[in-house]
């Protein structure tokens, strides 16, 4: 019988979040002399790597502990050089922090990651007034 036969005959895959999916699955691949190596790697693979996390893993009802920070600061000054030029400066950062973030709940796959994503910026900005007609304005920003 080849590989595709005993898919076939023996093998029925549910939707991806009915329960025990992942079960059925392994424990069939496992059920298979030829497959039984594969389906011992995988279930290795998806297995909880320490007791830590496996201990999260039965203690929780379904939601994964995870936060997220996010921190901005911003400020602006402004200036008269003169009675014709003025100016100001604007200033932002931002940090980002997320921690177990991800789809898919305690199934997912990078369940375990850590994101800090800082950005900032800097915008100036200078106007000078020629005359009540005409007036010039110049700005730069940086990201």
Do not use: W
């Not at 997220?68 to 604007?90: E, Q, V």
């Amino acid at each position: 019988m080849t590989l595709n036969d005993s898919l076939r005959s023996g093998l029925q895959i549910a939707a991806p979040n009915a329960a025990g999916d992942q079960n059925a699955f392994l424990n069939y691949l496992s059920s298979r002399p030829a497959l039984a190596p594969l389906g011992a790697g995988v279930r290795n693979i998806l297995t909880a790597p320490s007791a830590r996390a496996a201990g999260l893993y039965a203690a929780t009802t379904g939601q994964f502990p995870s936060n997220d920070r996010d921190i901005l600061l911003s400020g602006r000054i402004d200036h008269t050089f003169n009675d014709s030029d003025t100016g100001f400066a604007r200033l932002n950062f931002t940090r980002t922090s997320l921690n177990n973030q991800g789809i898919g709940g305690l199934n997912a796959v990078s369940r375990g990651r850590s994101l800090k994503a800082p950005t900032g910026g800097i915008l100036l900005s200078e106007t000078h007034t020629f005359n009540s007609t005409t007036v010039n304005e110049a700005r730069a920003q940086f990201s």
